[in-house]
């Protein structure tokens, strides 16, 4: 499917509508954002996006429960109702299923990090910059690393004698 450029801007300019209507957002005000049958909108957001329009919606909303349950902002149930669910059982179940956990779970494991002495910013960053923050001065992780030195002695030439 060959996109242009108008096609592929009225596209985005639906997917800002989806991801930043509170409420519910309509099918057909999506599609007549991007100028498109409602057919034709989800076949070409697919296309551009890897997702239907539902999809991407739902993405958004457990991205931003995320968000709210990492900083420590409500009770499950009020960022379940903040990001637009109204059944927390959906919600949860959703969850699980995206983020691999309970939105309970991941509460008390992402507050658990954020609650620690020290600056750390509020954005969870994954754990392999975070280690390398504790890094002591001095270290060069491209001198000082396994695969460096794989790399070198793989570089060195056999000695068949």
Do not use: W
Request: hydrophobic letters at 40%; one cysteine or more.
């Amino acid at each position: 499917m060959v996109f242009d450029q108008d096609v592929f801007r009225r596209l985005c300019r639906a997917r800002d509508y989806l991801a930043g209507t509170p409420g519910p957002a309509s099918l057909q005000e999506a599609a007549r954002e991007a100028g498109m049958s409602p057919f034709h909108f989800i076949r070409r957001f697919e296309a551009v996006f890897g997702a239907t329009p539902h999809q991407y919606r739902i993405g958004v909303r457990i991205d931003r429960a995320r968000q709210l349950l990492a900083t420590g902002q409500g009770t499950v149930t009020e960022v379940c109702l903040e990001v637009g669910m109204s059944s927390l059982g959906s919600f949860s179940d959703l969850f699980l299923r995206r983020v691999g956990e309970t939105p309970s779970a991941y509460r008390r494991r992402a507050r658990t990090l954020v609650s620690m002495p020290g600056a750390l910013p509020l954005p969870l960053f994954p754990g392999c910059l975070s280690l390398l923050a504790q890094l002591p001065p001095g270290v060069d992780l491209r001198r000082d690393s396994a695969i460096f030195e794989k790399r070198q002695a793989a570089a060195k030439p056999y000695n068949l004698e």
